[in-house]
């Protein structure tokens, strides 16, 4: 008897258990929620006692108790400029003879700051000019010989001018190191607007990879080539100083210096941000198909120019770059910058390079294929296939598919805008495009045939609206011939869902 008296206790002892747990966990949970509903009461009732027109003024008031403003980043309260930035330019005593009017043709005396580093005393150019940046003789690099297995020998020399770039300049009002090559022209103006960008209080590595995709499998397709320059923010700048003598040692067989640098700051743990407006340049012959469809961003600079044909016909390197810089001297921000339009009534197209080339078609070619540069360029070394890291299109004999070309041939501001004036410096040596349109036509007259205007001007605003345009192209439109022989083209500003081409 005891033993099934035993055996029904069992259960009913579990279901007292079971009741009190539940109890005890039912009493847990009610206690917060008579809590919250208590102090949901509160706030209710203090809401329902003032006026309805002052409830939001009052909630707001909350908000900013509860959530203060974060005060504005430094970078939005006092934007970079031109002052905040320190340059440091790698050179020789060799080289600084023929590379000096590189420099000085965007060197600005008494407004831009830093250094050209040589590698011994400039003793058969002084006195030093005061048009040249100052310079500095390079720290001896002879303890560093045990480590210096680099093809190229200049190597740790070269990486080394952001170290002593650095200790030349290191006070609060420095922002950015900016390192260039002797032969590299920058457009100083721009990179200042494209910096405004980015927090010079974090880490940044901004610069640009080759075009060539040899050049980049060779080095890293994640590094900054220093020919056309990259910028450094000051705390990396500063981490790199700390660093670098150890970094010198662990990468002993690196080709260069631009590739011995990659690799110290990405084992500081920073990659690359690219900017497609640093153009190192590894290519040859005639460069105006690649800068005749320049990527929508603003140029940064431009490197190895001995390597290429003078940008402008009948005028030698000097010449050329003088005569580019009278552009950018007037509107840097638009320099390069493609805007397309087209002439409906003759079926023409127009593709304008500011301050460089107008290039006018036969027909009507859409923006999508004549944002491909054409390839009138060769690579820096033949490749096994691909050669460049973008698109192009290939020199033909099909007249509808190549452009009469005009380069520029002067510019100047005005109270209502800019002018610049584009002339044919050379026939193309192809027959009129035997595409039919309205102007054969309807006016069945040789002064309509492309061949026939000698002269295009190209009007456009004071200034490049960024707030409207953004990286979108300008938009342009053929507004008619002043005379005969001469085509006007006038920048205006682009509907808001504007489609560009001829539908």
């Avoid at 009610?30 to 309805?52: A, G, Q, W």
């Avoid at 020998?153 to 170290?163: E, H, Y």
């Avoid at 690579?379 to 299109?393: D, E, G, L, V, Y």
């Amino acid at each position: 008897m005891s033993s099934s008296i035993e055996i029904l206790d069992k259960p009913t002892s579990l279901n007292q258990k079971i009741t009190f747990l539940s109890t005890k966990n039912i009493n847990t949970l009610y206690k917060p929620l008579i809590v919250t509903s208590f102090f949901l009461f509160l706030f209710y009732t203090l809401l329902s006692n003032r006026r309805f027109d002052q409830s939001p003024q009052y909630l707001a008031k909350l908000r900013q108790t509860l959530y203060p403003t974060q005060p504005l980043n430094n970078k939005y309260q006092n934007p970079t400029n031109i002052n905040h930035l320190e340059i440091g330019i790698a050179s020789s005593i060799n080289s600084w003879k023929y590379r000096k009017p590189y420099i000085e043709s965007w060197w600005k005396p008494n407004i831009t700051k830093g250094y050209v580093f040589l590698d011994r005393e400039p003793s058969n150019y002084l006195p030093w000019p005061s048009s040249s940046p100052p310079y500095r003789v390079s720290e001896n690099t002879i303890r560093y010989e045990p480590y210096n297995k680099h093809p190229m020998k200049s190597a740790i020399r070269m990486v080394r001018v952001i170290v002593e770039t650095f200790k030349e300049a290191h006070d609060q009002t420095i922002r950015w190191y900016v390192m260039v090559d002797d032969d590299t022209i920058l457009f100083i103006d721009n990179l200042v607007h494209i910096l405004q960008k980015y927090d010079h209080t974090k880490y940044f590595y901004i610069g640009e990879n080759s075009e060539c995709v040899l050049s980049n499998y060779d080095n890293s397709f994640e590094m900054a080539f220093g020919g056309a320059g990259y910028a450094i923010s000051y705390p990396l700048a500063e981490a790199l100083t700390k660093n670098l003598d150890t970094c010198i040692k662990r990468y002993p067989y690196v080709y260069g210096s631009d590739h011995l640098l990659q690799s110290c700051i990405s084992d500081l743990g920073v990659p690359l941000t690219h900017e497609k407006g640093f153009h190192q340049i590894d290519l040859h012959n005639d460069l105006s198909g690649y800068l005749s469809s320049h990527p929508q961003t603003e140029i940064l600079s431009l490197h190895h120019l001995d390597s290429v044909d003078p940008l402008f016909p009948n005028m030698n390197r000097s010449e050329s770059l003088n005569h580019l810089m009278k552009a950018a001297n007037t509107d840097q921000s638009r320099l390069l910058q493609q805007t397309i339009c087209y002439d409906k009534s003759n079926n023409w197209s127009y593709s304008v390079a500011w301050g460089y080339t107008v290039d006018l078609y036969e027909q009507i070619i859409q923006p999508s294929v004549l944002e491909k540069p054409l390839e009138t360029f060769l690579a820096w070394r033949k490749p096994a296939k691909q050669a460049f890291m973008f698109n192009t299109r290939w020199v033909s004999k099909n007249p509808c598919e190549m452009p009469h070309v005009f380069y520029l041939q002067s510019v100047g501001k005005y109270s209502y805008g800019i002018v610049a004036n584009y002339t044919r410096r050379f026939g193309r040596d192809l027959p009129p495009c035997v595409a039919p349109s309205p102007s054969r036509i309807s006016h069945n007259s040789s002064s309509y045939v492309p061949s026939y205007i000698q002269k295009i001007m190209v009007i456009s605003p004071a200034t490049k609206y960024f707030a409207e345009v953004g990286n979108r192209r300008e938009c342009c439109e053929v507004v008619g011939q002043v005379e005969e022989n001469v085509t006007t083209i006038k920048y205006r500003t682009c509907a808001k869902n504007e489609i560009m081409g001829v539908y």
